[in-house]
């Protein structure tokens, strides 16, 4: 039985350590920089103490990254990350007059194991495969919201000098971030460049941006639009918006670019991982929202016990919130925020693939809620079959998710 706990306060270039007996008594205090030296003094005075491979001391810190927290779960013991704003709350509890140092936010980490070691939860023991994923996943989803956020940026640039270019591809999938359209706002970025190149200059343009079929209709298409008459800014102002847009237009492409190789990064690991069949057998779970999904889920199968610890995880399961005779149900706000934008995703997807899906949410729908509410319910539905499959090793079956409708 656990007698000695570990408090790790996490910094930039240092950390504070402090352990703790099972009556709350300070064992031992040490500061440690960020070098394998300290990384040994911290392992020396775990073993002082008592740790040892069979009962090994666990450590709580507030951080799940970095490389102290990878090479303290190489060692194999039981890593707790606390939330900061918990370990706030219990602070109050050991210091009422609000005091705070490093070394006393070890001793409060230390004291939550010692005190409410129930209410925590190790970290995951996922496997090395599956840690690469959730690097990359996570990793290429930022690049998406980097991609979109600078898109944007772009876009309301281009209105205030250069609407027309907005019309000129809006049929476009993909819009501003189309080969097309970067590759002929990098060769004329403003209005008047635009309407001076001729025909063989846009053929130019289009297959240099990979377009390969219908390239004479589309160079008329484009002739004529970019010389209909618009209204300008000054040249000079002109001018220098069309510097400004093609910065603008750089850190898009870097963040185009980023996204792409990120992507074909995540999918080659994904598909490497043995319960990669298990999630794409579930409708429209293509490999990149799949490997978002494993990212946040891990490969630990013992991590969530039951499937309504994985549904609060995500955020699909409401909150119900009862006081005297008033009952409130609420969607839950505290939640895995990339499991459940790639849940959003994932339902939404799922209601042309599968006729179960489909009458789920035509179900809640007709009971007057609204499509949020319906999407995140079946999203809900689909994470308990997902932790059922998981669990037992099966893939998806319509007729086993949604029996009353099949």
């Known amino acids: 039985m656990t007698s000695v706990f570990c408090g790790i306060d996490w910094a930039t270039d240092h950390h504070d350590i402090a352990l703790l007996d099972e009556s709350g008594t300070l064992l031992a205090k040490l500061r440690i920089d960020d ?12 073993a002082r103490h008592g740790d040892t491979p069979d009962n090994p001391i666990p450590v ?73 994923i959730s690097v990359l996943a996570r990793a290429q989803q930022d690049a998406v919201w980097d991609r979109v956020q600078t898109g944007n940026r772009l876009r309301s640039h281009l209105r205030e000098y250069f609407p027309a270019f907005l019309t000129v591809f809006r049929h476009f999938r993909e819009g501003l971030a189309s080969p097309v359209s970067r590759t002929l706002l990098a060769t004329a970025p403003t209005p008047t460049q635009a309407a001076q190149l ?16 219908e390239i004479t209709d589309e160079v008329e298409r484009l002739h004529g639009l970019l010389r209909e008459p618009q209204m300008h800014q000054p040249p000079l102002v002109e001018q220098a918006m069309g510097t400004k847009a093609l910065a603008l237009l750089r850190q898009f492409e870097a963040a185009c670019t980023s996204a792409d190789e990120l992507e074909a990064a995540v999918v080659d690991a994904f598909t490497a991982h043995e319960d ?16 978002r999904v494993l990212a946040e889920l891990g490969d630990d199968h013992t991590r969530f016990a039951t499937a309504r610890t994985l549904k609060a995880y995500a955020g699909s399961a409401p909150i119900t919130r009862s006081s005297g005779r008033k009952t409130t149900v609420l969607a839950r706000h505290t939640k895995n925020q990339r499991l ?18 489909r009458a789920h949410y035509d179900r809640r729908r007709a009971t007057e809620e609204r499509h949020v509410a319906a999407q995140r319910n079946l999203f809900n539905r689909m994470l308990g079959c997902l932790h059922h499959c998981l669990t037992h090793h099966i893939p998806y079956d319509e007729q086993t998710a949604f029996p009353d409708t099949t």
């Open 198 to 213: 001729t025909r063989p200059q846009l053929r130019t343009i289009l297959k240099k941006a990979g377009r390969q079929r």
């Open 35 to 46: 070098s394998p030296t300290g990384l040994t003094q911290l392992l020396d005075l775990l």
């Open 276 to 291: 990669a069949e298990i999630i794409t057998s579930y409708p429209e779970l293509g490999h990149l929202t799949g490997a």
């Open 60 to 132: 709580a810190i507030e951080t799940s990254h970095g490389l102290l927290v990878a090479c303290m779960r190489a060692t194999g013991r039981p890593i707790y990350v606390i939330n900061p704003l918990t370990a706030a709350r219990y602070r109050d509890r050991y210091a009422l007059s609000r005091k705070k140092s490093d070394h006393l936010d070890a001793t409060v980490l230390a004291h939550i194991l010692r005190t409410d070691p129930a209410e925590h939860r190790p970290l995951p023991s996922d496997s090395h495969l599956a840690q690469a």
């Open 340 to 357: 459940a934008s790639a849940g959003y995703n994932w339902a939404f997807a799922a209601l042309t693939a599968s006729p179960g899906a």
